[in-house]
C-alpha cells in the first residue's frame, strides 16, 4: 500500500537524493532478521513467527506519520524490515508442512498468488486513499490490514511438532544458524533475479509519473495480475516437468520484460513491460519456492527457507540502492538501468544451466 508514494513521501522531507535506501533499508533488516526467523521456525513454532510480522506492520503503520524526520524515517524503514524477514519465512514453512511434497509447486504457487492478490490490490489502493484522504491515512489504513492478518494467524493451527516454548537461548545463533548449504544454489539465483524487483521498486515510481500516470501503483497492479493469471499453471507446470525447465523459462521472460520498460517510454509501453514482468516472476517463483524446499531436509525448512529469504533481500536492497546511486533523480538514466538489469538476470539463467548440467555430470559419475 505505501511503496509506491513512498519516494515522493522522502522528498517532501528533503531526502529526495536518497530514494535508493527506501528498499535498501528496509531489505537490510529483513536479511539480517532472516536467521533468527528460521531458527524461530523450527524451533518455537510456524504460528507465532508469522503473527511477529505482522505485528510490526501494525506498529510502523502508525509510527510514519509521528516521525517525521528523515532520521525517523529511515529508522522506521529498518525496523519495518522485521516483518519480511518473519512473515513469508515462517508461511512459507506452514504450507510445505501441511501439502505432500508431490504438490509442493502448486501449493506454493498459490501460496505466491495470495501474495500477488495483495501486491496487486495494495499499491492502488493505497495511491487511491493517499491522493484522497492524505498520506497519514494511507500509513493508518495499512496497519488496519496488518492486524485483520494478526487475526487470521493467531486462529490457525500450529504444525510444528515437536514445538519448544521460547526461550532466549532461540537468539543465539552461530554461524551453522544462517544458512542451509543445501539451499545455497537456490539463493544465488534468488538474489541475482530478484534484484531485478529492487530496481523497480526504485525507480517505476518516478518513471510512471514522468509518464503521467497519476496513480503510481498501476505499474504493480497490471503485473500482479499478469502474475496472478500464470501461477494457476506454473507451480502445477513445475511439479510435473520440473523446477529447471520451468525456471530457465521465467528467468528469460523478466530479461525480455527489463528490455521492454527501458525501451517502453509511453503508459503502453509501461504496462506491456509490467504485464510481461509479471508473467515471468509468476512462472519463477512457485518453481523456485518449491527447488529451494526440495534441495532442504525437512528438519531445515525454515533454515533453507531463511536462507532463500536472505538472498531475496540482497538482491532487492542491492538492486534498489544501486538503481538509486546511478538515477540521482535523472530521468533519462532509467532506461539504461533496465538494461543493465537485464544483464544480472542472464547471469541467474545461466548459472541454473551450469548448475543442472554439473548435477547430470555428477550422476552419471555415480550410474
Known amino acids: 500500500m505505501i511503496i509506491p508514494e513512498l519516494p515522493n513521501y522522502l522528498s517532501s522531507l528533503g531526502g529526495a537524493e536518497h530514494k535508493g535506501l527506501i528498499i535498501a533499508l528496509f531489505t537490510l533488516t529483513a536479511g539480517i532478521s532472516r536467521p533468527f526467523s528460521g531458527r524461530l521456525t523450527d524451533q518455537w513454532g510456524r504460528v507465532p513467527v508469522m503473527a511477529i510480522g505482522s505485528i510490526v506492520c501494525v506498529l510502523c503503520g502508525f509510527l510514519y506519520p509521528i516521525l517525521t524526520t528523515l532520521s525517523g524515517f529511515f529508522m522506521l524503514r529498518l525496523v519495518h524490515g522485521f516483518s519480511t524477514g518473519f512473515k513469508p519465512t515462517a508461511t512459507s514453512a506452514y504450507v510445505a508442512d501441511i501439502i505432500p511434497q508431490e504438490r509442493w509447486g502448486e501449493a506454493l504457487g498459490m501460496h505466491g498468488l495470495c501474495f500477488s492478490i495483495g501486491g496487486a490490490v495494495g499499491p492502488a489502493v493505497g495511491s487511491f486513499v493517499a491522493q484522497n484522504?492524505?498520506?497519514?491515512?494511507?500509513?493508518?489504513s495499512s496497519s488496519l490490514f496488518a492486524f485483520l492478518s494478526i487475526v487470521i494467524v493467531l486462529n490457525m493451527k500450529e504444525t510444528l511438532y515437536p514445538k519448544r516454548k521460547f526461550q532466549t537461548s532461540m537468539l543465539k545463533i552461530s554461524r551453522s544458524d544462517i544458512l542451509e548449504k543445501r539451499a545455497i544454489p537456490a539463493g544465488i539465483v534468488t538474489l541475482l533475479s530478484y534484484s531485478a524487483y529492487g530496481v523497480i521498486l526504485t525507480l517505476i515510481p518516478d518513471w510512471s509519473e514522468h509518464l503521467g500516470i497519476a496513480?503510481?501503483?498501476l505499474f504493480f497492479t497490471a503485473y500482479t495480475l499478469a502474475s496472478i493469471g500464470i501461477r494457476f499453471v506454473?507451480?502445477?507446470?513445475s511439479d510435473r516437468f520440473g523446477r529447471i525447465k520451468v525456471m530457465l523459462v521465467g528467468l528469460f521472460v523478466i530479461v525480455i520484460s527489463l528490455v521492454l520498460l527501458g525501451k517502453g517510454d509511453s503508459v503502453s509501453g509501461l504496462i506491456l513491460g509490467a504485464c510481461v514482468y509479471g508473467i515471468g516472476t509468476g512462472i519463477l517463483s512457485p518453481a523456485l519456492n518449491a527447488w529451494t524446499i526440495d534441495l532442504s531436509l525437512p528438519q531445515y525448512r525454515g533454515k533453507a527457507m531463511a536462507t532463500m529469504y536472505i538472498a531475496l533481500e540482497i538482491g532487492i536492497g542491492g538492486g534498489a540502492l544501486l538503481a538509486g546511486y546511478i538515477y540521482q533523480d535523472f530521468i533519462p538514466r532509467i532506461p539504461y538501468i533496465m538494461y543493465g538489469n537485464a544483464i544480472v538476470i542472464f547471469l541467474a539463467f545461466f548459472y541454473v544451466?551450469?548448475?543442472d548440467k554439473t548435477k547430470t555430470e555428477r550422476r552419471d559419475r555415480l550410474l
Open 234 to 237: 506454473s507451480g502445477k507446470v
Open 133 to 140: 484522504f492524505g498520506l497519514n491515512t494511507m500509513f493508518f
Open 215 to 217: 496513480n503510481k501503483g
Open 353 to 355: 544451466l551450469y548448475w
